[in-house]
């Protein structure tokens, strides 16, 4: 079980107002944030990025869970994060893919090389589907390429 404190929030039912602020957010990397009592504050930039996510997600009528996670986790936490197997997290960190630390007996993964390794599989996919669209168009895209002749 991850080590978390979880909140599930539905979509506010008038999404007019979602929608405007989506469109408020937009891509900024600058927010502030301005209390009743007139301090402010600077948002990071990675608070607006998740702001972003929410708020378009609950646009889309979905509602969105939020999760505290620590910043060591066990193999069975980190597999769950990045939606694998723990066998499978196992054999990239006995591959070397993904670096862990043995504090004690059990091996631990730092919350920054994971969500780095995650991001490193995604871009690999990516380049992995433009090389095959790349190929496809050097190739050129028939429609009859596997009809079978009689």
Known sequence: MLNTVERTIAPPPATASLSLLQDTLGSTRHLRLVADDGTSAEVPAEIVGALQGIVAAMAAGKAVRVESVGQMLSTQEAAD????????????????????????THRRVRLDDLIAFEQGIRRERREILDEMTRDETRDGLRGDRFATTR
């Open 81 to 104: 994060l990045i939606g694998v197997s723990r066998p499978t997290l196992v054999k990239y960190l006995d591959e070397g893919r993904l670096p862990s630390v043995r504090p004690g």
